[in-house]
């Protein structure tokens, strides 16, 4: 199947914009996710039989994960169980509807297994994801955990920020088995801004309020960083954190550097894919070296092949997720990534 694609499938789909190609993939993936038995059953075959792996109280069927953007809507969330995921976040999801930014705004760079997108959030809000959700079996029976990804519409100031985030918490908080907070998007405009201790320390704090109200069951909240911060800022973040109490941190989002990248002309946006593979696993060593392994950490970036999963693992990652490998490698990626961390000669 991997060579089909590679050899046949993959060029078919590259003769297509990068958005047209990506609306078909999610046409037949949302077509598929509606024969749920058939998904739990691919699910079993596929996820890998390395045992569950527990994280921040979640149990996880393997290690890999779909990361968030590829699935804004929640809309094929049993298919990619089904094509070996072991977890799937959905979003950014955003409590109003919104287009996004305008095209063309998704860009592949084939040579370097790179993709540069400036998306702006573009998702049907909360209330869509939510009906979406609710046909899915809820937390703790589903066929691998799924997390939701939330962010704040573009036209919310900064200082109303916090608004944004709980309602999306609140609207969405029984249908999710985890949230990522994501602040660190390059492509809201001054989002960034709220990885500031200030502003960020308001949004988790406010987030775990709700998350402790009398008769919640609490659910595991992630911050999601960007890979272009100074260790010195990430070790500011990472008080935020401690004092917040959230449970832990996805390292990383995309990068506006393009360093890593031979000179020429690259589109303005978000850098993921193969260049963004080292920084992200130092950004990783460094932040499970601070918090002595303790932390729960979701690794993304640069996964291409099992080496480079492995590498996060032995990084100080508890789990990994994947977007722009799983577009080069194939459907079937995480299912060979799953099998090939079985393989990989330690344990996690």
């Given at each position: 199947?991997?060579?089909?694609?590679?050899?046949?499938?993959?060029?078919?789909?590259?003769?297509?914009?990068?958005?047209?190609?990506?609306?078909?993939?999610?046409?037949?993936?949302?077509?598929?996710?509606?024969?749920?038995?058939?998904?739990?059953?691919?699910?079993?075959?596929?996820?890998?039989?390395?045992?569950?792996?527990?994280?921040?109280?979640?149990?996880?069927?393997?290690?890999?994960?779909?990361?968030?953007?590829?699935?804004?809507?929640?809309?094929?969330?049993?298919?990619?169980?089904?094509?070996?995921?072991?977890?799937?976040?959905?979003?950014?999801?955003?409590?109003?509807?919104?287009?996004?930014?305008?095209?063309?705004?998704?860009?592949?760079?084939?040579?370097?297994?790179?993709i540069v997108n400036r998306m702006g959030f573009n998702n049907r809000g909360m209330e869509a994801m939510a009906k979406r959700l609710?046909?899915?079996?809820?937390?703790?029976?589903?066929?691998?955990?799924?997390?939701?990804?939330?962010?704040?519409?573009?036209?919310?100031?900064?200082?109303?920020?916090?608004?944004?985030?709980?309602?999306?918490?609140?609207?969405?908080?029984?249908?999710?088995?985890?949230?990522?907070?994501?602040?660190?998007?390059?492509?809201?405009?001054?989002?960034?801004?709220?990885?500031?201790?200030?502003?960020?320390?308001?949004?988790?704090?406010?987030?775990?309020?709700?998350?402790?109200?009398?008769?919640?069951?609490?659910?595991?909240?992630?911050?999601?960083?960007?890979?272009?911060?100074?260790?010195?800022?990430?070790?500011?973040?990472?008080?935020?954190?401690?004092?917040?109490?959230?449970?832990?941190?996805?390292?990383?989002?995309?990068?506006?550097?393009?360093?890593n990248l031979p000179h020429g002309d690259y589109e303005r946006g978000g850098l993921s894919g193969k260049p963004l593979q080292l920084?992200?696993?130092?950004?990783?060593?460094?932040?499970?070296?601070?918090?002595?392994?303790?932390?729960?950490?979701?690794?993304?970036?640069?996964?291409?092949?099992?080496?480079?999963?492995?590498?996060?693992?032995?990084?100080?990652?508890?789990?990994?997720?994947?977007?722009?490998?799983?577009?080069?490698?194939?459907?079937?990626?995480?299912?060979?990534?799953?099998?090939?961390?079985?393989?990989?000669?330690?344990?996690?």
């Open positions: 199947m991997d060579v089909l694609y590679e050899k046949v499938l993959r060029p078919l789909f590259f003769r297509l914009g990068p958005e047209r190609a990506h609306e078909y993939g999610r046409n037949f993936l949302q077509s598929l996710s509606c024969i749920q038995p058939l998904c739990r059953l691919l699910a079993g075959m596929n996820q890998g039989k390395s045992g569950p792996i527990e994280v921040a109280g979640l149990t996880f069927p393997n290690h890999v994960g779909l990361a968030a953007g590829m699935d804004k809507d929640a809309d094929f969330v049993p298919a990619s169980a089904a094509l070996g995921f072991g977890h799937v976040e959905v979003g950014t999801v955003t409590p109003k509807p919104q287009p996004g930014n305008p095209q063309p705004r998704l860009f592949r760079y084939p040579q370097q297994e790179a609710r046909r899915l079996p809820p937390p703790g029976k589903r066929t691998c955990p799924v997390g939701v990804n939330i962010g704040k519409n573009k036209n919310t100031p900064l200082e109303d920020a916090v608004n944004d985030y709980t309602a999306c918490f609140s609207h969405l908080v029984g249908l999710a088995d985890y949230f990522t907070v994501n602040v660190s998007s390059p492509n809201t405009e001054g989002l960034r801004e709220l990885q500031e201790r200030s502003r960020l320390l308001e949004i988790l704090g406010a987030l775990e309020g709700l998350n402790r109200l009398p008769g919640e069951r609490g659910v595991p909240i992630f911050l999601k960083i960007a890979p272009d911060l100074s260790f010195h800022q990430i070790a500011e973040i990472l008080e935020v954190v401690n004092e917040s109490g959230v449970t832990g941190i996805v390292a990383t989002n995309t990068t506006i550097q393009r360093h920084r992200s696993t130092d950004v990783v060593r460094f932040l499970s070296k601070e918090t002595g392994g303790k932390m729960p950490i979701i690794g993304v970036g640069g996964i291409h092949d099992a080496a480079s999963a492995a590498e996060k693992l032995d990084a100080g990652a508890h789990l990994v997720q994947l977007y722009s490998g799983w577009i080069y490698r194939g459907p079937f990626f995480a299912r060979e990534l799953a099998r090939g961390l079985r393989f990989h000669g330690k344990a996690w």
